[in-house]
């Protein structure tokens, strides 16, 4: 098993930045890809970015693009979300996600993700 915990979600400004983390309980060696998702009240849950962990390719999705960064630090088996420029859209619960099996689901799908954490807030006030 794999455990997740996600840190790092607060109150903020519009133009703020916040930077969560998702600690992994054990080294991810074997781990596919990581990601981040979000959950804003009354909607689905989307994808934000992920990264392999190998290759440490990234994707994002356009609403992150140029605001967001993601990153990994293997000695803290963590992975890290720097969020600049925020705006009130991206108010939501932060979900780190990790992938373990190997699969064909599209790297912004929650399906390719087998390990979830319990997610943070992030709230950007206007």
């Known amino acids: 098993q794999l455990q997740l915990v996600e840190s790092g979600g607060g109150l903020v400004q519009a133009g703020g930045s916040l930077t969560l983390s998702c600690a992994a309980s054990?080294?991810?060696?074997?781990?596919?890809?990581m990601g981040w998702f979000r959950q804003a009240p009354g909607k689905e849950r989307e994808f934000v970015a992920a990264?392999?962990?190998?290759?440490?390719?990234?994707d994002y999705a356009d609403s992150a693009k140029g605001r967001f960064t993601i990153s990994r630090d293997n000695a803290k088996n963590s992975v890290l979300l720097q969020m600049n420029s925020l705006k009130p859209e991206d108010t939501a619960v932060y979900y780190c996600?990790?992938?373990?099996?190997?699969?064909?689901?599209?790297?912004?799908?929650?399906?390719?993700?087998?390990?979830w954490g319990q997610g943070t807030q992030v709230t950007v006030s206007s």
């Open positions: 996600a990790a992938q373990a099996l190997y699969n064909n689901a599209p790297v912004s799908s929650a399906a390719r993700y087998q390990y």
């Open positions: 054990r080294p991810t060696l074997g781990t596919y890809f």
């Open positions: 990264i392999n962990w190998g290759t440490r390719m990234t």
